[in-house]
């Protein structure tokens, strides 16, 4: 464990706080956000994560500063996969363009306590039951085989448990109203589809967490270091889906080489459990090693996918549920209601 000072946790805080309030004010207006514009958030978020980590190596430590680093470069590494499944509930449900904004911001807060929870939980679990670490590397194994072999579990919005206790819950109209969530109708008090897709993308982030938690608990088992890394990973998660909305399908490499980096946490994973827990003999595998096998894999991942592009034309599917500017403002509803494909495509799920 690392010695964290207060008033870094309250800076963290703060910063998180103000960050999101920008964030809100900046897209209180819903609008298409364009390539530009989520370039440009992208870079402030990345910024963000960098000024910070500078931080950590400054105030806490050199080996803090590397885990921080490694941990977020991870989180943000799984989290470009999960795109898939954010642009399959878009697709599913229809979702405007205009409006994925306000969805994803609320899911992006849904994430920072939910995976608060989850952290803390496991990096009291670790520090009590340090042989638990081999159930999380099977956990990664598992993964790694489903994404090698293409046998990942599809992840169909319309059997999202979240989605149908919503629906029992509260009755679920079928057209959309702007931005709100919920509208009158005869008196009474309904959902727009807008908050289906919030629970949906809520329910999505928690089967996330199966790979992301054990994964960064494998870099490091100090809450300061999980939790901050994964926060600012979340938080940069909007930009980057607007800024690779219809590239996705061009990263063809890129879950091969997620696999590569599981398979690789497993095994750090393993041999840290063994080395507390079987010998002090068996080697563990460095922070700064973690932190160059990890960059060196996407670099990689990347650089093919870029080099040798999938056969088959290219569909952009930033256009497919284009809806221009103009016509969406937060008290007019589109005309395109959500109706699901007839066979939502498969993606992984975690």
């Known amino acids: 464990m690392h010695d964290v000072p207060l008033w870094l946790w309250l800076v963290f805080a703060v910063t998180v706080l103000v960050s999101l309030a920008v964030d809100l004010l900046a897209h209180r207006q819903a609008h298409v956000i364009g390539f530009r514009e989520a370039a440009a958030w992208s870079g402030v978020w990345v910024g963000l994560a960098v000024v910070f980590g500078v931080v950590v190596f400054l105030v806490v430590g050199t080996t803090a500063g590397v885990e921080y680093t490694t941990a977020w470069l991870l989180e943000k590494s799984l989290s470009v996969d999960n795109l898939f499944v954010f642009a399959l509930i878009f697709g599913y449900f229809k979702v405007p363009r205009a409006y994925q904004h306000r969805v994803l911001f609320l899911g992006v807060l849904g994430a920072l306590v939910f995976r608060g929870i989850f952290l803390a939980a496991g990096v009291a679990v670790v520090s009590r039951f340090t042989a638990v670490l081999f159930v999380f590397a099977a956990i990664l194994f598992y993964s790694t085989y489903k994404i090698l072999k293409e046998e990942d579990d599809s992840f169909d919005p319309a059997k999202s448990i979240a989605v149908k206790l919503l629906r029992k819950v509260v009755p679920v109209r079928d057209e959309y109203a702007g931005t709100r969530f919920f509208v009158k109708e005869a008196g009474k008090r309904v959902a727009t589809p807008l908050l289906a897709v919030v629970a949906a993308i809520e329910a999505a982030d928690l089967v996330f967490a199966v790979d992301s938690v054990p994964a960064v608990l494998a870099v490091s088992s100090d809450a300061f270091i999980v939790y901050t890394s994964n926060a600012f990973a979340i938080l940069g998660l909007r930009a980057l889906y607007f800024m690779l909305a219809g590239l996705l399908d061009r990263f063809h490499y890129l879950s091969k080489g997620l696999a590569i980096i599981l398979a690789f946490i497993g095994v750090k994973l393993i041999l840290q459990a063994s080395h507390e827990t079987i010998s002090t003999a068996i080697p563990e595998i460095p922070s700064p090693l973690s932190l160059a096998v990890i960059a060196t894999v996407l670099t990689v991942s990347i650089a ?47």
């Open 304 to 350: 093919l996918s870029l080099l040798r592009p999938p056969p088959g034309p290219h569909v952009d599917r930033s256009e497919t549920d284009a809806v221009s500017a103009a016509e969406i403002t937060d008290g007019d509803p589109p005309d395109d209601g959500p109706e699901p494909p007839a066979d939502p495509e498969r993606h992984r799920s975690t």
